[in-house]
Structure formats: structure tokens, C-alpha cells
T-cell receptor
Framework: GAVVSQHPSWVICKSGTSVKIECRSL??????MFWYRQFPKQSLMLMAT?????????EQGVEKDKFLINHASLTLSTLTVTSAHPEDSSFYIC??????????????FGPGTRLTVL | AQRVTQPEKLLSVFKGAPVELKCNYS??????LFWYVQYSRQRLQLLLR??SRESIKGFTADLNKGETSFHLKKPFAQEEDSAMYYC?????????????FGSGTRLSIRP
């Protein structure tokens, strides 16, 4: 199946700094990618929908100025956590939608990025 | 409101026993339903979707619109089935639809 990568796989940063996470679709083009956040032993919470060439659509309660999303190409979306604080520590997962015919499009998930803010 | 409910956080069964992971949903319209699985230290992956009507790794799930349920079943559990299972939904056949996940059920198969 299709592969989605994330970089870095883990990152530790100081409070107040910004961190960029990359999500790439390796063998297909994705006009739409999604960013999720997962707390320990909890489900995935959708943060935003990243649309190639246009602004991201954020879910209610997600600060768009804090979580900057850029989807500049059909294979790359980035999530930047600005002025990170310890409460932003979490597991961030992206997914990329591969379009199929007749409703068979599929989302493929990246391996996730563990962010720890000290 | 769109919602997916998985009432069981943990389900533990013996190897060879039948398995049923419950999922109920709330959606105004006709959603597409999925089951995703996450094995230990692996990424989330699609297990099956209701429109495919496939049986994957012995698992099946039937969409019951009357009961708004999409329970996942397997007649004989195997140890390798131990994992985290998420029920999820999205809008019908729309390339812009987001996926909403349930809270997940951890399936543990005892030898």
C-alpha cells in the first residue's frame, strides 16, 4: 500500500521555541492531508485538514496561530508548533488521502512524531 | 453531531474464542464506516471499510443502519489479533471528508 512518512520521529525542545513536523506521501500525491493529536492511551483527535495550495481547515478549539499548517506541494504538509509549551507535548500523527474511484479513496497514516516540550 | 462510540476500553478473550468489538455512531446522513487497527509500535492502518464488504484477517463488520452500529467480529481469535482497534466514520464518498475516530478498544488475546 501507499506510504506516508513523518520527520522527525521524535523531538525534544525548550519551552517557547517552535518545532516543525513534516508529513510526506512517498508514492502518491495527496491534495488533502490531515493532522491528528494523540494523548497517551487516548484516541486520535483531528486538529486540522491540510489542503494543497489553500488554507488549512482547523477543528473547533484548535488554535490556528499556534499550529501552523502549510501544504505547499502534493506530497508535503508541515505542521509548525509555535512557541511550544509543555502542554503541547503529545504524539502528532498525519495522514494523507489517496484518491480512488467510486468512494474508494483511502487515508494512509504516518508513524507519528513524539513532541516533548521541556 | 458526528460521533463514534466504542463502549469498551479493553476486551480480553482467550485464543480461539469469538470476538466482538462494539461500535455505535451518530451521523445525519449516510456515513462511510471503517475499522482501523494499531499493532504495538506500528502505525495506524485500515482494517476494513463497510463499502468493501470484505473479510480481512478473518474480521467482518456489518453496518446496521437501524441500530447505527458497525460492530467488528471474528469467530476465532488469534494471539496476533492483540492490538488497539478504532472504529471511525467519514462523510459519504467525498474527497474532502475528514475521519472521526472512536476512543478505541484494546483487544487482548490470552493464550
Amino acid at each position: 500500500g501507499a506510504v506516508v512518512s513523518q520527520h522527525p520521529s521524535w523531538v525534544i525542545c525548550k519551552s517557547g521555541t517552535s518545532v516543525k513536523i513534516e508529513c510526506r506521501s512517498l508514492d502518491f500525491q495527496a491534495t488533502t492531508m490531515f493532522w491528528y493529536r494523540q494523548f497517551p492511551k487516548q484516541s486520535l483527535m483531528l486538529m486540522a485538514t491540510s489542503n494543497e495550495g489553500s488554507k488549512a481547515t482547523y477543528e473547533q478549539g484548535v488554535e490556528k496561530d499556534k499550529f501552523l499548517i502549510n501544504h505547499a506541494s502534493l506530497t508535503l504538509s508541515t505542521l509548525t508548533v509555535t512557541s511550544a509549551h509543555p502542554e503541547d507535548s503529545s504524539f502528532y500523527i498525519c495522514s494523507a488521502r489517496e484518491l480512488g474511484g467510486m468512494g474508494t479513496d483511502t487515508q494512509y497514516f504516518g508513524p507519528g512524531t513524539r513532541l516533548t516540550v521541556l | 453531531a458526528q460521533r463514534v462510540t466504542q463502549p469498551e476500553k479493553l476486551l480480553s478473550v482467550f485464543k480461539g474464542a469469538p470476538v466482538e468489538l462494539k461500535c455505535n455512531y451518530s451521523y445525519s446522513g449516510s456515513p462511510e464506516l471503517f475499522w482501523y487497527v494499531q499493532y504495538s509500535r506500528q502505525r495506524l492502518q485500515l482494517l476494513l471499510r463497510h463499502i468493501s464488504r470484505e473479510s480481512i484477517k478473518g474480521f467482518t463488520a456489518d453496518l446496521n443502519k437501524g441500530e447505527t452500529s458497525f460492530h467488528l467480529k471474528k469467530p476465532f481469535a488469534q494471539e496476533e489479533d492483540s492490538a488497539m482497534y478504532y472504529c471511525a466514520l467519514s462523510g459519504p464518498y467525498s474527497s474532502a471528508s475528514k475521519i472521526i475516530f472512536g476512543s478505541g478498544t484494546r483487544l487482548s488475546i490470552r493464550p
